[in-house]
């Protein structure tokens, strides 16, 4: 009987939240990722004996799992969790209610009412306040934000743990020493059961470069010239080939440490690959590697057609084995995954229930297997190949009946086979050859998602030029060969994926600050270990990661102008830009808060300046700027924000055109006369002399422009947005990356009592 060959690859990965190997995490995804996830990824493995899976679990999460097991390592949350309540300073206090609630509500916080009860008090306030909850209350936050990482299952494994599940309120600093316990212990045992069943030959492990950098554009970044990309790239100088080689090479190094054998197959971070990688990984004596089905269309240039239900209508090449030679008789393996499959998985199936959802798939796949009953070879392989934490936070069980009813009924079909990619490879039969590869990625097929977007181009132009300065001071005659060590280490930190990932459009984690503070400290790392000066741009924020409004406006205001930081009551109806301080730094920051809104007749701000940042310097005449540009689409003409860049984070709001600017500059105890502005023809501004335009400071900044002065009628909609620019040049954008918009009310129609 013909059989289809399904090989499943789970890819582990989380990046070191470390600044250093010693200190704490500063996020807490992987412990709990760890529970909830990675320990039960094998289960499965028990209640069906044929199954056969395949794992890359990346050696930087290694590295955290163990530290995790065996105690050396914690995170901040986890550390906070074990303070007794009454220690719980007020810093401590406002960092729980803003980063413990941090969850999916739908999915998580809802499976407890008393979770539930807590968020809903903790956002019923416009503004955070520490005194709303008890000591009690912080306990249960703390408990409930641990509680639900464990499964069902786990919960009936650990006592004391369901006790907790039962309980629902009130927990002691007990209860949340049990469920920190409990967690390690689950942690404990993940890289264990991945021995055994390594060791039972129920799976495979792959392995993939350390950090999980994206190898093409480390190597050589003009390998990205091959695609049409919005932005430049940050320079044709940056290339790393070193660094990719050592990258590969102290992957293989540490997954043989840990697992005691050493991997032949190699996770491509992204599905990203180029011929220069795939040859580095021959090299490296790596057997296989896998990539995405569009890269492997760009090689053979052929598109994979689907009918209208997305399934394949030819798919016999993306079933195929193929290889590539190189110098020295070096031969490396490539196998290519479907790329539909792990997106319905991802985004679709969650949609729907277990049984629906695995039925579909499996309709799938039975139309491939379908296409081969006539083909003349017996070995066809269809990979579904994914990252194995995402995907599972959209599932309102984490995917648990998912996958089980998926691989029940795989398990009961004869015609399919789950197979070890090792295993299969040994038996494959014909194997095409290739004689080039085209470079991509599994997203889109380029590297947009980690260059060519300005942000991102500076954060490569700064890992280069410290790149350029280890080699320089690896050279000098008296340098601590240990230090130069520690510093390579951190250089390879910063060249991971997820920084730039996170850096610039599109992406947003919700704590953007984090992953720049972290790349930024990995780098800074490299001088301090070599007692060399850090370069100054290293120690400021590549971007200020001030997003969507807080709040939008809820109806209209008519304040008074007084300046005074008592306007919550006439600002109530307001939208508001809540700017936030970093949990680990005092950010130099020039407000707290930006309020906006409008009555029928006048368009009104309120900038809540931070007095943090007058204590930053001994002159009390230091001058800050605060430019305002609105485009009302009624005029002919428009012109573009005057103050300059002063990085290359050049966004969409910054080259954009504008109809009206207004300029206002004040010190710590004064302010000046502000400057309201038109576009005129040849995008040039000109004052506007006679206007209407009010503003008041004293405590806050407060500015009120008529919309007569703009020129636009009731019903008509303005867009705006603000910046900081001291002497010209951009400081930060609010929003960052989004037009704030409001739409002038029309009055109501007066009625007249005869």
Not at 323 to 329: R, V
Not at 602 to 608: R, V
């Amino acid at each position: 009987m013909k059989k289809l060959s399904i090989a499943f690859v789970w890819h582990l990965h989380q990046p070191n939240y470390q600044t250093q190997h010693d200190e704490v995490m500063l996020m807490p995804w992987t412990r709990l990722n760890a529970v909830k996830t990675y320990s039960g990824m094998l289960k499965y493995l028990e209640k069906y004996p044929n199954l056969k899976l395949n794992f890359d679990i990346s050696p930087v999460l290694l590295d955290a799992l163990e530290g995790y097991a065996n105690g050396t390592l914690s995170d901040i949350h986890q550390n906070l969790t074990l303070t007794p309540v009454e220690e719980l300073t007020p810093d401590d206090m406002e960092f729980i209610l803003n980063y413990f609630f941090d969850l999916d509500y739908n999915n998580v916080i809802s499976k407890y009412p008393r979770y539930i009860d807590l968020y809903q008090r903790r956002f019923s306030k416009e503004e955070i306040d520490t005194d709303e909850f008890s000591m009690s209350g912080y306990s249960d936050i703390m408990t409930m934000f641990n509680l639900v990482w464990f499964t069902d299952e786990q919960i009936a494994e650990y006592p004391e743990v369901a006790e907790i599940a039962e309980k629902g309120k009130h927990y002691t600093n007990k209860h949340r020493e049990i469920l920190i316990n409990a967690q390690r212990d689950i942690i404990s045992k993940i890289i264990p059961n991945f021995k055994k069943y390594l060791y039972e030959n129920r799976i495979d492990m792959l392995t993939c470069p350390y950090y999980h950098p994206i190898l093409p554009i480390l190597a050589d970044m003009d390998t990205a010239k091959t695609f049409s990309l919005r932005n430049p790239l940050p320079g044709s100088d940056i290339k790393m080939p070193d660094c990719a080689m050592a990258q590969i090479e102290k992957g293989l190094k540490r997954t043989e440490e840990v697992f005691g054998f050493r991997p032949k197959g190699m996770w491509a971070p992204e599905q990203c690959i180029s011929r220069e990688v795939v040859e580095m990984m021959a090299k490296a004596g790596i057997e296989w590697t896998l990539s995405d089905e569009t890269i492997l269309s760009n090689t053979i240039n052929k598109e994979f057609v689907r009918d209208f239900k997305g399934y394949h209508q030819d798919p016999y090449a993306l079933c195929q084995t193929y290889s590539m030679n190189f110098e020295n008789d070096k031969n490396i393996k490539i196998i290519f995954r479907d790329a539909v499959l792990p997106n319905l998985i991802s985004f679709e199936y969650p949609n729907y229930d277990a049984q629906t959802a695995a039925k579909d798939l499996y309709e799938r796949i039975k139309v491939v297997y379908n296409k081969f009953l006539n083909a003349p070879s017996e070995n066809h392989l269809l990979t579904i190949a994914m990252d194995g934490e995402n995907a599972w936070r959209n599932y309102a069980d984490g995917g648990i009946e998912f996958l089980n009813e998926l691989y029940k009924i795989i398990s009961e079909d004869e015609t399919l086979e789950t197979v070890k990619i090792s295993e299969y490879l040994e038996r494959a039969g014909h194997i095409e050859h290739l004689d080039d590869i085209k470079t991509g990625s599994g997203i889109n097929r380029d590297f947009r998602f980690w260059t060519a977007e300005p942000t991102k181009n500076m954060a490569w132009r700064y890992l280069f030029n410290v790149y350029e300065d280890l080699k320089r001071f690896e050279q000098e005659e008296n340098i601590d060969r240990e230090a130069i060590a520690a510093a390579y280490e951190q250089l390879y930190n910063a060249q991971g994926s997820d920084w730039f990932w996170w850096y610039g459009e599109p992406n947003d984690s919700g704590q953007d600050q984090l992953f720049d503070f972290l790349f930024r400290e990995h780098l800074k790392n490299i001088y301090i270990f070599l007692n060399k000066p850090v370069p100054q741009n290293l120690e400021e924020p590549l971007s200020t990661f001030t997003g969507k409004p807080s709040r939008i406006p809820k109806g209209l205001i008519s304040p008074t102008l007084r300046g005074k930081l008592d306007y919550e009551e006439e600002w109530r109806n307001s939208g508001s830009i809540d700017i936030p301080a970093s949990p680990l730094l005092q950010e130099n920051k020039l407000f707290n808060r930006i309020c906006f809104g409008c009555d029928y007749e006048n368009l009104y701000f309120l900038f809540d300046v931070n007095k943090y940042t007058y204590s930053l310097t001994t002159d009390d005449e230091q001058i800050y700027q605060v430019y305002i540009y609105i485009n009302t689409g009624n005029e002919e003409y428009t012109a573009p924000v005057r103050p300059l860049n002063k990085t290359e984070n050049v966004g969409t709001l910054l080259k954009s055109a504008y109809t009206h600017e207004l300029k206002y500059t004040f010190m710590q105890n004064k302010s000046f006369p502000l400057f309201f502005s038109k576009a005129m023809k040849n995008n040039l501004w000109v004052m506007q002399k006679n206007n209407s335009v009010e503003s008041v400071y004293d405590e806050v900044i407060e500015i009120k422009i008529p919309f007569e002065d703009l020129g636009v009628k009731a019903n008509e909609k303005v867009d705006f947005f603000i910046i900081n620019g001291t002497f010209g040049r951009v400081e930060e954008t609010y929003p960052q990356d989004l037009w704030l918009t409001i739409k002038r009310p029309e009055k109501p129609e007066e009625k007249f009592e005869e």
